[in-house]
C-alpha cells in the first residue's frame, strides 16, 4: 500500500481558505496532512476541519466524516504559529507538545500521530513548526535553538525505536531552515540573516549525520538546486524563483528507503497561491 503525507505552511487557515485552500484539499486528500501557522483558535478550526471532513467522505477516502482524525494546538498567542493534522488512516496515539518542552512560545508547534495503514504498517509522524529566529532578537533566537536541542533529543529516542523493530517516523514541516547552498537561490547573501546562519544549519547536519534521518526530497531528487517551498512576499521572489528550502520530510531510513516520489504543488502563478509556502506531498509505498 502506499500512504501519501503532505506538509503544508498555510500562512493563516482563514486566509488561506479564501484562496481556495479547500479546493485543494478535495481534489489531493493525503492519507496523513499536516499543517502549520493555522494561526486561529479551536472555534475558528473545528468548522475548517469539519469542512474537509466531508471532503474526504466525498472523495471517498473515509465511510464517514467522524473517521477523518484531527489534531490541533493553537498558540499561546494570538495569530501566531498554530499546527494541525489530520489523518484517514487508523491512528493510535495522538500527542501535543515536543517532549520534554513547556515553554508557552513553543505552544502550537509540534504534534505527534501514531498512524496505522490497513497491512499493519506503523509510522509515528511528527508536524513541526519551527521558530523562524530573528538574529535582532535574542529572545527569539533562543527559543529557535532551544526548540532544535529538544528536536535532536526526540529524534534520538525515535531513531532508537526504529533502530529497534519499533514504529518508523518521519519529522515534516517547515523548519524555517535552508540546509546547504543547494536550498536557497541567494546563499551568499543569506549567511548572517536567520534560517541561514551555519549554527542552524549544523541542526540539520547532526539530524542526518548523528541521528540518521534521511531527508526525503534531497535523497530523491539528487544534488540539484532546489527544489523550493517557500518563496518571499517581497518584490518578485515568486516569479523569479527565488526561493528557499524550508518544508521537509526527515524520516527514519526503513520509512525513507520506502519513498517513491514528491511532489512540490507550487501554484502557477503568484496570484493564485494560498499560502507563501507550496504543500510538499510524499508517498511511500509501505
Excluded at 481534489?27 to 466531508?54: G, N, S, W
Excluded at 533562543?142 to 533529543?153: D, I, P, T
Amino acid at each position: 500500500m502506499s500512504m501519501t503525507i503532505t506538509t503544508s505552511n498555510l500562512n493563516g487557515i482563514r486566509a488561506a481558505e479564501r484562496k481556495g485552500f479547500e479546493h485543494w484539499v478535495a481534489e489531493h486528500t493525503p492519507d496523513v496532512l499536516c499543517m502549520q501557522e493555522v494561526r486561529a483558535p479551536q472555534d475558528v478550526i473545528d468548522p475548517f476541519f469539519a469542512k474537509y471532513a466531508e471532503d474526504y467522505k466525498a472523495a471517498g477516502r473515509i465511510a464517514e466524516p467522524d473517521q477523518l482524525v484531527t489534531l490541533n494546538q493553537p498558540s499561546a498567542y494570538k495569530g501566531r504559529a498554530g499546527v494541525g493534522m489530520l489523518s484517514s488512516l487508523e491512528v493510535l496515539d495522538r500527542r501535543i507538545g515536543i517532549p520534554g518542552d513547556d515553554a508557552e512560545a513553543d505552544m502550537g508547534r509540534w504534534l505527534e500521530m501514531d498512524v496505522k495503514t490497513p497491512q499493519g504498517y506503523v509510522v509515528t509522524v511528527c508536524d513541526l513548526y519551527m521558530h523562524a529566529g530573528n538574529t535582532d532578537d535574542p529572545v527569539k533566537m533562543e527559543q529557535k535553538f532551544r526548540m532544535l536541542n529538544l528536536l535532536l533529543e526526540h529524534a534520538g529516542k525515535l531513531q532508537e525505536e526504529a533502530a529497534h523493530g519499533g514504529k518508523q517516523s518521519v519529522i515534516v514541516g517547515d523548519f524555517n531552515i535552508a540546509h546547504t547552498p543547494l536550498d536557497i537561490k541567494n546563499a551568499k547573501s543569506n549567511e548572517k540573516h536567520a534560517g541561514f546562519l551555519p549554527e542552524e544549519r549544523e541542526f540539520l547536519t547532526k539530524l542526518i549525520n548523528d541521528y540518521e534521518f534521511v531527508d526525503v526530497v534531497r535523497n530523491l531528487a539528487g544534488d540539484i538546486q532546489g527544489p523550493y517551498t517557500w518563496w518571499s512576499n517581497r518584490g518578485r521572489a515568486f516569479d523569479n524563483n527565488t526561493g528557499w528550502r524550508i518544508d521537509y520530510h526527515f524520516a527514519t531510513p526503513e520509512l525513507a528507503e520506502s519513498a517513491r516520489g514528491f511532489v512540490i504543488d507550487r501554484a502557477s502563478s503568484y496570484d493564485t497561491r494560498w499560502s507563501d509556502h507550496a504543500p510538499l506531498s510524499i508517498t511511500y509505498d509501505v
